[in-house]
């Protein structure tokens, strides 16, 4: 994926807005994983987090096409 988008005339790697929106969705979903108590059935919260991260932000990469938007 390569491309940039400008914000205020400053060019910004389209990677690092994916993965900023994708931190935040999956602080969303840590939320609610953690409210609903699914932690108990994982060994390691912070690997489960790591991949959740990873999960999400290749979903946002592959949808980013289908909204029209070419990096």
């Not at 491309?3 to 840590?30: D, K, N, R, W, Y």
């Not at 390691?44 to 938007?69: E, Q, S, T």
Request: one cysteine or more; charged letters at 5%.
């Amino acid at each position: 994926m390569i491309g940039e988008v400008s914000i205020g005339g400053v060019f910004v790697p389209t990677l690092l807005l994916l993965g900023i929106a994708a931190a935040l969705l999956t602080a969303v979903v840590v939320r609610l994983f953690a409210a609903f108590g699914l932690y108990r059935f994982v060994a390691y919260r912070a690997l489960v987090d790591l991949c959740l991260f990873v999960l999400i932000l290749g979903l946002l990469a592959f949808l980013l096409p289908l909204f029209g938007i070419t990096p």
